[in-house]
């Protein structure tokens, strides 16, 4: 009997917009082997702006161009035409443990799924989040 266990990401990022207010966009999916470097990597990612699933925002980290939709890099203070964040706050991510297992050459699959929120979210956003994923 064989066992392997895998970790797979959806959700939802809530930031600041650019000239004011705030809201959110659906998350990069992110894979992993264990629950701990899935969200080592989702709260990396939110830190870095790569969280917000490659819709040309940047990654604030390395300044890279994530998508080539044309925004600027805003390491070089240049704004991304209103269609991003100017920061993001945190995220709502539902994160679903993949199990399976073979047995006699048969492959078994359980699926199980939490919810996680990271970041520095008040109530109300983490409310506005919940109320958006479901």
């Known amino acids: 009997m064989k066992t392997t266990i895998k970790y797979k990401s959806t959700g939802l990022v809530y930031g600041k917009y650019w000239g004011g207010g705030e809201g959110s966009y659906p998350a990069e999916k992110l894979e992993a082997d264990t629950k701990e470097d899935l969200l080592k990597k989702a709260n990396e990612d939110l830190k870095s702006g790569a969280l917000d699933s490659g819709m040309g925002y940047e990654d604030l980290k390395s300044g890279a161009l994530d998508s080539g939709m044309g925004y600027e890099d805003l390491k070089s203070g240049a704004l991304d035409s209103g269609m991003g964040y100017e920061s993001l706050l945190g995220a709502l991510l539902a994160i679903?443990?993949?199990t399976t297992v073979?047995?006699?050459?048969?492959s078994y699959t359980n699926e199980e799924e939490e919810f996680e929120f990271i970041g520095s979210l008040s109530l109300n956003q983490a409310d506005f989040l919940e109320n958006q994923l479901y």
Request: hydrophobic residues 40%; positive net charge.
């Open 96 to 98: 679903t443990k993949i």
């Open 102 to 106: 073979v047995i006699n050459g048969k």
